[in-house]
């Protein structure tokens, strides 16, 4: 018969070998470059995120208002890309503007699409976002507050005129013409808005951050095949109504790039890589893979030494 005393115990794991697997398992992830997991997503506060973007908004609002409107260094820089434009063979502008101006039905809908999909289309991704997307929202929400924050230091640094403003060029101001509710940077409305904050175009880099999302998240193909057409649509838009050159589009492109890079800097993964949804708070709290370890490594020295001692 076997005694307790001939049995052969286990040895369990010493506080040594808990530093020294801690210490490999840091390597490990050193060399494998995933040493910084992502940034686990929280629960979104519907009150919160109404709030920030209501301030956001108007402080936006305030800042790009209040940039000064210098006329002469706009016009001049507008003349500078018209030329650039027509050295790169894409200057079409003029053509596109006066060929949609000639269709009624067609502008007045491209005036009202200027004003008004701008907010509704990307409040509306917000929504779906928050509602479907909870554990996507936060890192797709800072890509267009960092899209946007970093616009206003183009409007300041880089006055441009749009193209309806150009003296001696005969672009047409499509929202005075046929006297259109469209854009507040035309008739009466033109004087509670910077006129010359044409670069970067925020309706190319909001639109193109609502089609990267959609296509991005979407599960069905006609709400991914809408989400890529959206921005190209927006692009036409700004183009025919003379609010915006191409050039002033890929300024919107690169902010949204830079939207982006300041996501994944906080996050660590670009948004539809984060979970969809948001674990409970307890569940959800973030813990070092480290620590992980250790806990599993006590939890069997506890389950050794219970054994020993029946």
Not at 29 to 51: H, K, Q, V
Not at 102 to 118: F, I, K, P, Q, R
Not at 162 to 184: A, C, E, K, Y
Request: hydrophobic content about 45%; aromatic content about 10%.
């Amino acid at each position: 018969m076997k005694t307790l005393d001939s049995r052969t115990a286990t040895p369990s794991p010493t506080v040594g070998d808990e530093a020294a697997a801690e210490s490999a398992h840091g390597r490990e992830e050193r060399r494998t470059g995933w040493s910084r997991p992502p940034r686990a997503p929280r629960r979104p506060r519907i009150w919160f995120e109404i709030l920030l973007i209501a301030v956001s908004y108007w402080t936006y609002s305030l800042i790009r208002n209040a940039v000064p409107e210098q006329r002469a260094s706009a016009l001049r820089n507008a003349d500078w890309i018209w030329e650039a434009e027509k050295a790169l063979g894409i200057a079409v502008e003029q053509s596109v503007n006066h060929a949609v101006n000639s269709v009624t039905w067609l502008v007045v809908s491209m005036n009202y699409y200027y004003a008004t999909l701008h907010f509704v289309v990307t409040i509306g991704v917000l929504v779906w976002l928050y509602r479907r997307h909870p554990g996507r929202y936060a890192a797709a929400r800072t890509v267009l507050f960092a899209t946007t924050g970093v616009a206003l230091a183009g409007y300041y640094l880089y006055p441009l005129a749009p193209p309806r403003l150009m003296n001696g060029q005969n672009f047409i101001d499509t929202v005075l013409v046929h006297q259109t509710w469209g854009s507040m940077a035309s008739g009466n409305l033109k004087n509670m808005s910077n006129q010359y904050a044409a670069m970067p175009s925020m309706h190319i880099g909001w639109s193109l951050w609502c089609g990267v999302i959609i296509c991005a998240l979407a599960a069905a193909p006609w709400a991914r095949i809408l989400g890529a057409l959206y921005p190209v649509a927006t692009l036409v838009v700004i183009v025919a109504t003379a609010n915006h050159f191409w050039l002033d589009a890929v300024g919107g492109m690169l902010c949204l790039a830079f939207g982006f890079a300041v996501s994944y800097a906080w996050y660590r993964a670009l948004p539809h890589r984060l979970p969809q949804l948001v674990a409970a708070e307890d569940a959800n709290r973030p813990r070092r893979p480290g620590a992980v370890r250790l806990g599993r490594l006590r939890r069997r020295a506890a389950a050794h030494s219970g054994g020993r001692s029946e």
